[in-house]
């Protein structure tokens, strides 16, 4: 009669104790696991599985070594019990589309109040009311929330920097041959505004913004008009113009600054540990 193969002394790879060490603990094998690794303490299974699903605790887990998917059963549950658990599964996976529901609407009717505050700047309050009065609710739903869509839109729109570009390159190539060599002047090489990158705060504050400034540029400047809706056009526009002349100026300006900028010697220190410059310096000094 051959004897019984001896069975490997159990560890437990959590705790790394011996079955020696404990001989009441519950062992498993929970994975396909062999050697070592195959046998673990139902205890601290149990609290590595905590700390693997934190809150959780219907998720899966898997075995780190091998993968294998634990297999977990649960004690049976009453019927208030399941009812309730139904409950929260299904308000955790409507929450998310609820808080994105209310984040739209949210939106949505602040963008419907700006276009009918936008409206009644623009034409003037009483005749914006009577305005808004008097149109289709449907079509106030739908134009409303355009006003402030098209305004960001249009503030997107750097024209701008086309004006800068155009300037620079008919300039660009009306410059003559620098030196013997025939190389033309330098230019940056990203082209104008290369630097200049679009910031999303400023172009939401600025388009939203623009309406209060155009119906302000009206009337300081268009008193003698007496509709308030043309006023604020005209004001729109001078804005519009003023602020883009002196952007192409203030871009102009920087491409110079840019062009003609200078990258100077290293001064090279000699043994006394007086640079080259500050030799000359001296020296010009000592003349006069």
Known sequence: MALAEE?????????????????SAEWVSPCRCKGCTKWIHQSCLQRWLDEKQKANS??????????TEYHIIFPKMGPLVYFLQQVDRALSRAS????VGVVVGTVYWS?????????????????????????????????LPTIPV???????????????RLWHKYSYKRQPLSGSGGYLIRGPVNGAGA??????????????????????VGRLLFRRVSSNLQRTILGGIAFVVIKGVLKVYFK???????????????????EDGQTEGEEDDAEHSGNE
């Open 7 to 23: 069975q490997p002394e159990k560890h437990c790879w959590v705790c790394f104790a011996t079955e020696r060490d404990d001989h």
């Open 58 to 67: 219907g998720g899966a887990v898997s075995c780190p070594q091998c993968g």
């Open 96 to 99: 998310p589309f609820a808080a």
């Open 111 to 143: 963008a419907v109040t700006y276009g009918a505050v936008t409206v009644m700047q623009v034409v003037g309050h009483k005749k914006g009311l009577y305005v808004m009065e008097r149109a289709d609710p449907l079509f106030l739903l739908m134009g």
């Open 150 to 164: 098209l305004l960001v839109l249009g503030k997107m729109i750097r024209w701008e920097d086309y004006i800068v």
């Open 195 to 216: 630097g200049d990158h679009l910031s999303v705060s400023r172009t939401l504050c600025g388009a939203l913004v623009f309406p209060s400034i155009a119906s302000l």
């Open 252 to 270: 102009q300006q920087q491409y110079i600054i840019q062009t003609n900028r200078q990258i100077l010697n290293y001064p090279e220190r000699r």
